[in-house]
């Protein structure tokens, strides 16, 4: 059972970091998501992941894969094809139906590269922190450089 939890606490009190609360907020949303097509998340090494998502029955060139404003995009379209009518299945259990997948991407996640192997595509992310963000060691010195520019 899902309670719903008030997030406007965190609006009032969280300056600058709002778009958390947004996430938060759209998370504990009960909306229904759909589960297909399946997919895994790894963590490869510290800043780096890897999407598999269980794509049997398309080829890479009725996949699309967008990356835009920290969202990753996963398109999967069948040609509309008169050839499935006449074909007559006694089961169907590979569900070769379009999907859209979106992944929300954390502050300087980028995707590096994309293959399909076996009936999977594979998609690869690093995380690339920017030098200014990187920490760094200050040096302890004997005279403030304030003071030492004004003699």
Do not use: C, W
């Amino acid at each position: 059972m899902r309670t719903n939890t008030d997030f406007s606490p965190l609006y009032r009190s969280f300056i600058g970091f709002d778009h958390l609360a947004g996430l938060l907020d759209k998370a504990s949303r009960a909306d229904k998501q759909s589960s297909y097509p399946p997919y895994n998340i790894e963590l490869l090494a510290d800043d780096q992941y890897r999407i598999t998502m269980a794509v049997a029955g398309f080829a890479e060139n009725e996949l699309e894969i967008e990356s835009k404003q920290n969202n990753l995009i996963v398109t999967g379209t069948k040609p509309t094809n008169d050839d499935k009518s006449s074909r007559k299945f006694l089961h169907q259990g590979i569900a070769e139906r379009n999907f859209e997948r979106k992944f929300q991407l954390g502050d300087h996640v980028k995707v590096i590269g994309a293959f399909m192997e076996n009936g999977l595509l594979h998609i690869d992310l690093e995380r690339e922190i920017p030098e200014a963000l990187k920490p760094r060691k200050i040096a302890i010195n004997g005279k403030s450089l304030l003071n030492s520019n004004k003699e």
